[in-house]
């Protein structure tokens, strides 16, 4: 069968919103050069005709936007794809990448293609019957600062839990330090949450960080698992998507798992190119099965606005084929000022990360956690 009978055949395809420079020749051209940069990569008269209209992408929608800025809706056949998770960031925006004026905005596929991706095993719904909690946003402590030993992260972790924490992860920097070895951190730490969370009669759930090269980061998820983590901990910007794609897809481990933001700031737009902050934050953690996604704040120390921090929010959480949502997680040294406006602005369906400023409460660990639990509930 050629390529033409089964570009009509195959009705699977990924529609991909790009902005571009104006005015509006300007941003055809554009347009056009990314129809043909995300495919073949050379003019199109390399092809001959009857593979132009398949092959290619096919530009389906133009419009002006602002300040002098389009909108370019794009759409590439289904079967491009060769079901690795580079293959999909490739014709999304390999090549355009290089150009340093274009904007990935958003994407979407058909059912049939969506339907090979696992989404989150959990979602939500899932993290919210584990730590028994329906009906507010959760709080998510972190153990840190990097350099203090297994055994005082644990004693860390049990105020955190005494506190109210539903959620106890690891701070990104903790890998397996000489001073800190992998598995003492999690044996101990694992095994003083849960006993806090029996103690205070609901559990705790506890996120170790495994980011590394593949075979290190298995054998640390299945160690995790065996000894008492009830949660992972993976860096995509460091590891790479696939990497999350293939811990999600593993029934040995099937544990949750988090995504944490480190390096993945590289790839956001700041006014020079790159992909919007839903992308790289919402709708490629949850299509590849992150559980948690965690990006900054608005209002934090790092740059996020009102509008892209919600909109982050929106895109974990809104109906996307069979895929589930996925929980939208907020830091950047939150204190108890910022909370109640994030709250109001974000809904209830968010996490909120707490970690270095509430070591810092005058009142001490607990009473500090405390407050943030009235605080959400008022």
């Known amino acids: 069968m050629d390529m033409k009978t089964t570009a009509h055949a195959n009705p699977e395809f990924l529609t991909v919103i790009y902005e571009v420079e104006g005015p509006e020749s300007q941003a055809r051209s554009t347009a056009t050069r990314i129809c043909l940069d995300q495919t073949i990569e050379a003019e199109s008269n390399l092809l001959p005709p009857s593979l132009r209209s398949t092959i290619l992408g096919f530009l389906e929608d133009l419009r002006a936007t602002v300040e002098g800025r389009y909108q370019a809706t794009i759409r590439f056949r289904g079967d491009l794809l060769g079901g690795e998770c580079s293959d999909l960031l490739n014709i999304l925006f390999g090549t355009s990448s290089l150009r340093g004026d274009v904007t990935l905005r958003s994407f979407a596929m058909t059912n049939g293609l969506l339907a090979s991706w696992p989404g989150p095993r959990f979602g939500i719904d899932g993290i919210r019957q584990m730590v028994g909690v329906v009906r507010r946003p959760l709080l998510c402590a972190v153990l840190k600062p990097l350099g203090r030993t297994p055994r005082e992260l644990a004693e860390l972790a049990v105020q955190f839990v005494e506190g109210g924490a539903d959620v106890i992860k690891d701070d990104q920097s903790l890998v397996d330090q000489d001073w800190c070895r992998f598995d003492e951190r999690v044996s101990r730490c694992a095994e003083a949450i849960a006993r806090a969370g029996t103690r205070r009669g609901r559990p705790c759930l506890y996120f170790a960080h495994i980011s590394a090269a593949w075979d290190t980061m298995r054998r640390r998820a299945v160690l995790a698992k065996s000894l008492g983590a009830s949660g992972l901990l993976v860096a995509p910007g ?11 897809s593993d029934d040995e481990i099937a544990l949750p798992i988090a995504g944490h933001p480190s390096m993945l700031g590289t790839l956001v737009d700041r006014g020079g190119g790159g992909l919007a ?31 892209a921090c919600v909109l982050i929010a929106e895109h974990c959480r809104r109906t996307w084929g069979s895929l589930k949502p996925l929980m939208p997680a907020v830091g950047g040294r939150l204190g108890s000022g910022s909370l109640v406006e994030l709250n109001s602005a974000l809904g209830m369906d968010v996490m909120f990360i707490v970690g270095s400023r ?11 956690m405390q407050e943030l639990h009235r605080l959400l509930k008022d």
Not at 238 to 248: E, H, K, V
Not at 290 to 306: K, T, V
């Open 238 to 248: 460091l590891t790479g998507f696939d990497a999350l794609r293939a811990l999600r």
């Open 277 to 307: 902050s839903s992308v790289v934050y919402g709708l490629l953690p949850r299509l590849v099965g992150s559980d948690l996604s965690i990006y900054p704040a608005f209002g934090s120390d790092y740059p996020m606005s009102q509008q």
């Open 358 to 368: 509430i070591q810092q409460s005058p009142d001490g660990v607990v009473a500090g």
